[in-house]
Every structure is written in structure tokens, then in C-alpha cells.
């Protein structure tokens, strides 16, 4: 193939198939239909040059047998008569010649030459049928057939008959003009045949080029219809299936740019209000003119807002270890109970000094998982727990398990959480009363570090609202015995 022939369209590429396939089969079988006209012709002619041979053969053997048996001069006059009366009337020209091979009557000239050098007049004087085809005098192609002219069983001289094949000729080249004016309207034909089968086959893939360019050019809703053959239908639905996937990867990747764009300027905007409050604190306290007493609040306001800060910078150090891991989480036993029991002792003194009880009931249930962030699971839970809690008031821890889960619920006195926060409460940097919250503290990294924490233990966590008041945190984690009896 030439490059020009690896980029040729499908129409190119029907045309020259379909052209070839033409011309081969419309020359083909023209030259196959004039090669067996001719020899059809051909033998027809022999058979009649046969035929008139042998019938005027009989006659003259006829008339000599019940003459005297021998063919001469006295007989040559008498067939030059009849062979003369015959000729206007017939398309081939009859000679009668001796034993000797010499012409004694001629249909289409004068007798006397001596045609006894030429092969089938010798077949024919050996008794045998001879037949040749040669140029005659005028540069015309003939048909010479010789029969033996017999009297018992000796012959007496040979009926000659010929005839030119010229009207075989012309008869052939007639057909020949109208042959290739049939393979010229084949090949017009072929042209309008490829056209059409073009559009055909092509307009599918055409089609499914547009949308695959206009998806390349940034419409990604850009789809194909799967039309025409099986496999351009294949094609089309291919490319939707991968348009699709391509369509879903880009709008996961705009929202993973989102999310994290977001986290960033959640991230600036938490820490500006800290470093706003250092700085304005130490400005006041370089001004000098300040009371003792006042020193020690700014510079109590300085470490509280720098604990704020390493408390952020935890959190998101929590964070990021837990949903950057690769690997699972070094699970091990862990007793629930002392868990939760080893998370109150750590935040005695925080719900003490907001004058809040905490109990713990239930039972003490083995789970696998990591104790230090379970742990930590609880601490925040209790946190939040006791801050929203009235003085005065109690939490309780409750542990109990089931078939397939064990459950931890922290329930408090406070006053719930807003119906329209409950979808969020989850998420990084949600706050749902922002104003008192942001003096107790927390970036609102509590609660995402704890569904991120309880997912790595394939557990779930969810928020609800009691009718008698207040709000309960329930953990779920998947019940030991299960695991253990899978392991
Ligand atoms: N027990 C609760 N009762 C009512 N609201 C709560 C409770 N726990 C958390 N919230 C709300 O959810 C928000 C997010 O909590 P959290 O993620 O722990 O953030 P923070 O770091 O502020 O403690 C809090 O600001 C609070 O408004
Ligand atoms: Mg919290």
C-alpha cells in the first residue's frame, strides 16, 4: 500500500475494491463468453462444410458407380455445371478433385490447379477426413474440409468444401463493442455503488469522530449514538462507557480540588484568629504602661492562644495520619471498658472543672482495634459531651454488645444539636454554635477525627437527638467473635 492508500478514505478505498472487482469479473467473463462464441461458430462451420462435403461426395460417388467407376474429364464437365448453378446460392465454395488431387470442377473459380501438396486433401486421399484452417490468397482466415469421394472401397477423388470465417469475425467483434460498452456501464455503476456504500459504512464513524472531538474539545456530555453496524454500534457504545468513566474521574478530581481548596482556607482561617489574638496581646504588652495585672492576662491570653494553635496542629497531624494510611491500623485486643475507663481519668479535671458527672455502665466487650485511638474516640466524644452538659448535670458512657456489633453511646444533658447541623456534624471545621464554641475551643476537628478513626476500624458513627433532651454519640464497631472465627 502506498501512503497515500493507508489515509484514503473508505470511499477511496470501496472504489478501488469494488472497481477491481468489476472490471476483473465484466473483462473476465466477456473474453471467457467470445472465446467459446467463436469455437461454437467455428465448429458449426466445420459441421456444415462437413456436411455439404459428404452430401456432394455421395452424389458424385453415386453417378460414377453406375457409370463406369472412374472419375475424368468426361465427368468434369458435367460437376463444373453444377457446382456453377449451386454457387449463387451458397456460402461456401465447393471443388471436386481427382485421385490425383488435381481440381476437375469449381464452385468459385477455374478447375485445374493441383491442390495435392496440402495435408487434409492427402487425409482425405488416404480415405480419412481431413480438415485445415489457413490464410487464403486474399489475406482472409478459411476453413478447408476434405472428404474422400468413393467407389466400393478405392477412391476415386476427394470433395473439397471452405469457406472464409469472416462473418464469425465480424459477428465477433460486433459482440466485443457491445461487451465493453456493458463493462463501461458496470464500472458507472460501480461508481454510484461505492458512493452509496460509503455514506453508508462511513456516517456512523463520522458521527462517532464529531462526538469524540467535541468530548476531546472539552464537552464532556458529548456522547454517540450507536448506529449502523454491529461493530461501529460496539464502537460507539465503547466510547460512551469510556466517556463516562472519563466524566466521573473529572468530576472526582474537581471535587477533590474543591474539598482540598476548601481544607486550606479552613486551615488559614483558623489560625488567623489565634495569631491575631497573640499578636494584639504582645503589641499591648510592648506599649509598656500596663498594670501587673493586666501583663499576666495578656500573657495568659498568649499561651492560651498558642495551646490553641499546637491543639490545631494536632488535630490536622490526627487527621492526616489516619486518612493518609496506606496500610490498616495495628489492631490488637482491646477491652472497651478500660478504654473508655482510661478516657475519663485523662479528662478528669476538664469535667470536674465544669462540674459535670460522668458514668460509665454496660458491659466490658473485646474488640479489635487500635486502644490509643479508641481511646481518643472517647476522649472527644466525652468532650463535647461534658462542655454542652449544664453544671450539675451527667454523661454517660454505656457499652454494650450484640451479635455482630459492639456499642458505645455517650449520651449527654445538653440541649441536642440543630436539625440542620445533624448532616454535617462530621465534616472537617463544623461548628454548629459558633460563637460559644470558639471560646471553648475546638477548630471542630473533634468529631471528623472520630468518624475518621471509627471508619479505619470499620465501624460506624452516628449522631441522634433524644426525645427526652439532649444528644447521643453511638459507635459501632464490628463484634469481635465475628472477626476472630474469620480470622
Ligand atoms: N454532644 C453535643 N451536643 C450538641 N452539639 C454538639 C455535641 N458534640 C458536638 N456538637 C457540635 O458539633 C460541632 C463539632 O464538634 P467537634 O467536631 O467536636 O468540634 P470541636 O473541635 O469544636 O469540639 C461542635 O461545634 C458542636 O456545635
Ligand atoms: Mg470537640
Do not use: C
Not at 482491646?334 to 458527672?357: C, F, K, M, Y
Not at 466490658?364 to 474516640?377: K, N
Amino acid at each position: 500500500m502506498t501512503p497515500a492508500m493507508r489515509r484514503a478514505s473508505i470511499r477511496t478505498r470501496l472504489l478501488v475494491a469494488l472497481l477491481a472487482v468489476a472490471l476483473i469479473g465484466a473483462v473476465g467473463l466477456s473474453a471467457y463468453f467470445l472465446h467459446e462464441l467463436e469455437s461454437f461458430a467455428l465448429r458449426k462451420l466445420e459441421e456444415r462444410l462437413h456436411t455439404q462435403a459428404t452430401i456432394t461426395a455421395a452424389l458424385v460417388s453415386e453417378t460414377l458407380a453406375a457409370d463406369d467407376a472412374r472419375l475424368g474429364a468426361n465427368d468434369a464437365a458435367a460437376l463444373q455445371r453444377a457446382l456453377s448453378r449451386a454457387a449463387p446460392y451458397a456460402a461456401s465454395r465447393m471443388r471436386v478433385l481427382d485421385a490425383r488431387g488435381v481440381v476437375l470442377a469449381d464452385s468459385g473459380g477455374t478447375p485445374g490447379a493441383s491442390y495435392a501438396s496440402r495435408a487434409e486433401i492427402r487425409d482425405a486421399l488416404d480415405g480419412g477426413y481431413g480438415a485445415a484452417t489457413r490464410m487464403t490468397e486474399r489475406g482472409r482466415v478459411a476453413l478447408y474440409v476434405a472428404v474422400p469421394i468413393t467407389v466400393g472401397d478405392e477412391v476415386v477423388g476427394v470433395s473439397y468444401a471452405s469457406s472464409t470465417t469472416f462473418s464469425i469475425m465480424s459477428l465477433l467483434s460486433d459482440y466485443r463493442l457491445r461487451l465493453a460498452a456493458v463493462v463501461l456501464a458496470f464500472v458507472a455503476a460501480t461508481f454510484g455503488l461505492a458512493e452509496l456504500l460509503a455514506r453508508w459504512l462511513s456516517r456512523p464513524l463520522t458521527e462517532l469522530a464529531g462526538a469524540a472531538s467535541r468530548f476531546a474539545g472539552g464537552d464532556h456530555a458529548a456522547r454517540a449514538a450507536p448506529r449502523g453496524s454491529v461493530e461501529t454500534q460496539a464502537l460507539a457504545e465503547a466510547f460512551n462507557a469510556m466517556a463516562d468513566e472519563v466524566e466521573r474521574a473529572i468530576a472526582e478530581l474537581r471535587e477533590e480540588e474543591r474539598r482540598k481548596s476548601r481544607f486550606v482556607s479552613d486551615v488559614s482561617h483558623e489560625l488567623r484568629t489565634p495569631l491575631t489574638a497573640i499578636r494584639g496581646a504582645a503589641e499591648t504588652l510592648l506599649d509598656g504602661d500596663v498594670s501587673e495585672e493586666d501583663q499576666r492576662q495578656f500573657l495568659a491570653s498568649i499561651v492560651r492562644e498558642a495551646d490553641r494553635l499546637t491543639r490545631l496542629a494536632n488535630d490536622l497531624l490526627t487527621l492526616q495520619r489516619i486518612e493518609g494510611a496506606t496500610g490498616e491500623l495495628p489492631l490488637g485486643r482491646v477491652d472497651l471498658r478500660s478504654v473508655a475507663q482510661r478516657a475519663i481519668e485523662a479528662l478528669q479535671p476538664l469535667w470536674e472543672t465544669r462540674g459535670v458527672s460522668v458514668v460509665l455502665t454496660g458491659s466490658s466487650p473485646v474488640v479489635l482495634g487500635d486502644a490509643d485511638r479508641l481511646q481518643q474516640v472517647v476522649a472527644n466524644l466525652l468532650d463535647n459531651a461534658t462542655r454542652v452538659t449544664p453544671e450539675g448535670g451527667s454523661v454517660e458512657i454505656r457499652i454494650s454488645e450484640g451479635p455482630e456489633a459492639v456499642t458505645l453511646e455517650v449520651l449527654d444533658e445538653g440541649p441536642g444539636i440543630p436539625p440542620d447541623a445533624l448532616p454535617h456534624i462530621f465534616e472537617r471545621f463544623f461548628r454548629a454554635q459558633v460563637s460559644r464554641d470558639r471560646s471553648t475551643g475546638g477548630a471542630g476537628l473533634g468529631l471528623a477525627i472520630v468518624a475518621a478513626i471509627v471508619r479505619a476500624h470499620a465501624g460506624t458513627v452516628e449522631a441522634v437527638n433524644r426525645p427526652e433532651g439532649g444528644s447521643v454519640f453511638v459507635v459501632r464497631l464490628p463484634a469481635l467473635k465475628r472477626e476472630a472465627a474469620r480470622a
